[in-house]
């Protein structure tokens, strides 16, 4: 097995260990659709934009542990990765970048893991499904604001969260 083949396997266990455990809360500094919306300030949502655009995300589980998730850079594409962190997501960020809670997001045990690895072999997506039903669905992706329209890439150095998963369906790739 190639030396990509094994770290990204690493990395697939990492993810893997989310399973069986309760998510508390999460918490996550998102980055802006637009850099100017209406009213002259950076836009974060959009009634047209079914997903949430981060540069990274704390899942918080119920033993208060953190683990962030972000991306990683292989080449010209990017894939998800995860890590344990001590570390708490600051306030006070202001631009196009802010960070907060992810109370919309659903929280519970995670029965069910799933990765989706690129044609490159780089960990595209992440489906968390928990005992519930509800699920998440995180992509390694970038909204580009593109002359006041939204381009919508995957493989790409941003965390893009759709909850539920079918609204990715949504979204025009490029």
């Given at each position: ?152 890439c995957r493989d790409d150095e941003s965390v893009l969260v759709f909850s539920p998963p079918s609204d990715a369906e949504l979204v025009d790739w490029n």
């Amino acid at each position: 097995m190639g030396r990509k083949k094994l770290w990204v396997a690493q990395r697939v266990r990492e993810f893997e260990i989310f399973r069986g455990r309760r998510i508390a809360a999460w918490r996550g500094t998102e980055m802006a659709l637009r850099e100017r919306g209406v009213d002259g300030k950076p836009q974060f949502e959009d009634a047209h934009v079914p997903l949430l655009q981060l540069s990274v995300i704390h899942v918080i589980f119920d033993n208060d542990s953190v683990v962030e998730i972000g991306t990683y850079q292989d080449d010209d594409e990017f894939g998800l990765c995860s890590w344990v962190t001590e570390e708490q997501l600051a306030d006070g960020l202001d631009g196009i970048f802010r960070t907060r809670e992810l109370a919309e997001l659903p929280c519970g045990i995670v029965s069910n893991v799933g990765l989706g690895l690129n044609d490159r072999g780089n960990i595209a997506d992440l489906t968390l499904t928990f005992e519930d039903g509800r699920e998440i669905l995180l992509v390694a992706g970038e909204v580009y604001e593109d002359w006041g329209s939204l381009r919508f890439c995957r493989d790409d150095e941003s965390v893009l969260v759709f909850s539920p998963p079918s609204d990715a369906e949504l979204v025009d790739w490029n």
